[in-house]
């Protein structure tokens, strides 16, 4: 028989265009007991945001293809989802903390994810 996975309220939406980052990043918050969810792109992300309303942890890379960087879609997150955790980042850029939505919070590349594990269960709880 196969292993089931457990069942969580932990849910985590990873939006990285870089495929090999996002698989490391998936398989890093899946050990840490996330049911995650993966996009290459804003469109795409917000196409599952929209679908699964339990997400309640974005993580975006700033630059990446499509109608949105992720700093904006930080933003309509922010707007749209608000209980949501918000963590943006990027290895070429730092956005001024002013350009960062209300209660997100930016994290360098490359990142440590146990940190970054860290801040995200101080933020859900």
């Given at each position: 028989?196969?292993?089931?996975k ?30 995650v ?69 930016f ?12 801040q995200?269960?101080r933020?859900?709880?």
């Amino acid at each position: 028989m196969g292993q089931s996975k457990p069942i969580t309220t932990r849910s985590i939406l990873i939006v990285e265009d870089e495929a090999l980052i996002r698989f490391d990043l998936i398989d890093f918050f899946e050990d840490a007991g996330f049911r995650v969810f993966e996009a290459a792109d804003a469109d795409e992300a917000i196409e599952i945001l929209e679908r699964e309303r339990t997400i309640r942890v974005v993580l975006t890379d700033i630059q990446m293809p499509g109608s949105l960087d992720g700093l904006n879609l930080a933003h309509y997150v922010r707007d749209r989802f608000p209980p949501t955790a918000l963590i943006v980042t990027s290895g070429a850029l730092s956005p001024r903390p002013a350009d960062m939505p209300i209660d997100s919070f930016f994290v360098p590349k490359p990142m440590n994810t146990r940190n970054v594990l860290a801040q995200i269960e101080r933020l859900i709880g």
